[in-house]
């Protein structure tokens, strides 16, 4: 293979194929999320989403609401950058949702069908690979990258100036701070030849929560809640992936004014299909749905997530351009 | 005694009805075994004769050994090497059915049915005796000659000499084999390279086989086939002679995965500093004279230093599998040595060690595959695409390390696989065992070639070449056996005057004390004859032809008797003939030149810098 078309098949490849997407409203990531690449890449994501359940999926604590029913469309547009720190892999995003949702509410024993829009809870994200290979500091780096088994250190902060009505219960911002830790595991399983990957990979994780001060004139406070997620992901060809999504959370009981609310053991699955549009554009396709959601104090929620991340690189964009001219 | 009465037991104990017939038959076995003590002590007290175990390297590059300067680890062969006596004036043809065909009947190509490769046999070749493309029925072989010398002969690996029942490995020679019959394909599956031939053909023990053994990696499957051959004759006393003829490290570099790594960025330096190290550790190791000069880099290849990272990682990846390749041979042959070892045969076995041609710097696989559209290229989108560096040495993926790193593999010489430079045809030898008299670990300068195996390894068994062979008259051989050399009483089977000649693919060669004489295709050569005093210029730099147009003379007429006596017919056709229009003008490589690659960015000093005036 001759460097340079190689050189074109390394970026294609590790820009677009949704290393860079940004963390979701339901607290979870795409597979191949932490997925690691060349120093120095941006991206811009946009995921959209459409949700439907009976918990307000912009409150990560998820907390049911019996008989409720909730939609939501939501975009995420974010910006996000890696680079290399201490010699290890390092990503920092920025990630705004916005959109709207609807749906019934429950207060006081009266539901009442309320609605907002507008922006949400910007989130900061910092991610680094404490276990695995060092970082992809220049193109020979990434000839060479094989996560086998990676392991990284995930900081979240979401950063409460989303808009928030403290007159409904129902809001896109949350009006609290809250966050996450977490540790993306990515385990290569057989060789690491586009059109040939598989992996698995966990994240572990806990969410830590603040307290909102003004929930419709309470206090909402909500445990720390564990999560799960799990994902077997596979190449079906060099350009096209799916994966076997699996989510757990547990913990997050939320108490209102010290009135305590059930505490979560939830369960859901889902899958996604990735596919890379050209050397810059990565497209995937989701849907997860709860599982044992019967009673109605179960949370039960699914959607459909669409996910567009257009990434790049300067070196690579002034290599096409020398190459176009020729 | 013993052996007798083992031999007896069982032919006994199979039937009970000859019970009754046991005391007599004892009685005999007794008496036999008696009357054959003294013969029997004769023979013990006899030196056995050697096994013999001739290795040989595919595409094995004259620098790629420990013991030749590489810096690639070969600890099993260099061993040899300590035991034995290495030698650096040893030649083979400049490809591989060649010599082949050399190795195993001691005749010049041109006699033997290997004129010309098979593959690139020209119009007015075709139908010519000597120029069958296979090993013809007018030569006898070296295995056919020990076997009946009392030798069990053993081959393993590749071929290449003909895929007819008449010409397979079981009808030239060998008792057992276990031989891939293609000059290439996959190391791990019966895929070859074209839509033409898709399957590579194998034999085991004169069979064609159907399917490979489960778990097949031909470098491993060779060498464990091998111990097995070896193991199961080995209590009748016969000594054996075992052609072990490995497909590596020829391309496609396909190797297991743990041999991929071993060297992860060592070559990024790139192959011009690789081939420094490796004429420094030559000159160290007495196997070049101090003051070699390296061949020039070919003049279409850039300054490694001139490139970008990732372009020499891409590279120099290439000739890390290759490094690998090589260990992994190196690891195998361990593996023989170690059981030759663990059986007491170690110590009486010869070993012999060399490539069968220069490495190989030619793009076989663009050769194959051809351009989008046609069948062959059909045929590599499917067999052979898996390009991904991180599928290198899969199945599926077809790399091979370019004429940079084919230079590097034959430092410090000119050229490399399928040229008549010295870098297509000089290799590294090694031979160690009980017929090597000459010091431990000693190097050799004498004038070697591949035909005088056949010579030397009758010798060595005791037997020689006859003059006809099942009532048909032999050619001559074309080699000499180094039986004073191995024994220390020569330092060359050969004088100043005998002289050594090549021919194929229409480029043409011929060696005579220190000089040579070469004629190649433009732009590897001139189209004309070109003269080099080997001594002085083993790396070929300067041609003499001008300054001594008398010595041209004398030996281009040694060229013609060469060509009289051994029926060389230039081919009308050549795999060469275009290839001055597909590569750039031939122009020197100067160091350094032009200097605008090489100037580095101007600092100022430092007081003298400032910021522009407002």
Known sequence: ?326 | METVLQHSTPAIGRKPGNLSRLPRMLGIAVMAAVLAAPAIASAADAPRRPNIVVILGDDLGFADMGSFGSEIKTPNLDSLATAGVRFTNFYTHASCSPTRSLLLSGVDTHLNGMGNMDEWMAPNQWGVDGYEGVLNNRVVTLPQLLKDAGYHTYMVGKWHMGKAPSQIPAARGFERDFSMLDGAGSYWDMTNLSAATPQSVFTEDGRYLTRLPKDYYATKTYTDKLIGYIDANRGDGKPFFAYVSHQAPHDPFHLPQEWRSRHVGEYDKGWDAVRQERLKRQIELGIMPDGTQLAERMWFLPDPIVLAPVTRAILGKKMELYAGMVENLDFHVGRLIDHLKKIGEYENTVFIVFGDNGAEGNDLFKMITGSPGTRDFLFAAIKWSQTHPNAWGDPGSYVSYGPMWAQVSMTPFSQYKGWLGEGGIRNALIVSGPAVKRPKGSVNHGLLHVADLMPTLLEIAGASYPKTYQGRELPPLFGTSWGRVLAGQAESPRTEQDYLAWEVFGNRALLQGEWKLRWEYKSFGKGQWELFNLAADPAERKDLAAERPEKVQALAALWDSYVRTNNVILPSRSVFETLEDTLPPRVPVDPGYPPALYKRQFVPPKDMMADPKP
């Open chain 1, 1 to 326: 293979m001759k460097p340079v078309a190689w050189l074109r098949l390394v970026f294609a490849t590790v820009l677009a194929v949704g290393m860079l997407c940004p963390p979701q409203v339901l607290a979870q990531v795409p597979a191949r999320f932490y997925w690691k690449t060349l120093s120095g890449a941006n991206a811009v994501p946009l995921i959209v989403e459409s949700l439907s359940g009976n918990t307000n999926p912009f409150d990560p604590a998820h907390t049911a609401t019996p008989g409720a029913h909730f939609e939501a469309t939501l975009a995420l547009p974010g910006y996000a950058r890696t680079f290399s720190l201490f010699d290890r892999a390092a990503m920092a995003a920025i990630l705004v949702p916005m959109g709207r949702i609807s749906g019934d509410v429950t207060v006081a024993g009266k539901t009442v069908n309320q609605s907002a829009d507008g922006f949400g809870d910007p989130t900061l994200e910092f991610d680094i690979n404490i276990l695995g290979p060092k970082a992809q500091k220049n193109i020979p780096d990434v000839l060479r990258y094989e996560p086998g088994f990676s392991v990284d250190l995930l900081f979240d902060l979401m950063v409460p100036i989303g808009e928030y009505d403290s007159d409904q219960p129902l809001n896109i911002g949350q009006n609290r701070w809250y966050g996450r830790l977490g540790m993306p595991i990515v385990w290569q399983l057989g060789p690491w030849v586009p059109g040939r990957r598989t992996t698995l990979e966990f994240l572990p994780a806990v969410w830590l929560f603040g307290n909102n001060d003004n929930f419709v004139g309470q206090t909402l406070k909500t445990d720390p809640m564990f999560q799960v997620d799990a994902h077997l992901t596979r190449d079906f060809t060099e350009t096209f992936w799916g994966a076997l999504d699996a989510a757990w959370y547990t913990g997050g009981k939320a108490s209102i004014d010290g009135v305590q609310g059930e505490k979560l053991n939830n369960l859901g699955l889902g899958l996604t299909l990735g596919y890379q549009m050209n050397e810059n554009l990565n497209l995937t396709f989701g849907y997860m749905s709860t599982l044992n959601d019967n009673a109605p104090e179960d949370l039960r929620m699914n959607k459909f997530m669409v996910t567009l991340v257009y990434g790049w690189h300067p070196m690579v964009e002034g290599m096409r351009r020398l190459k176009s001219d020729k």
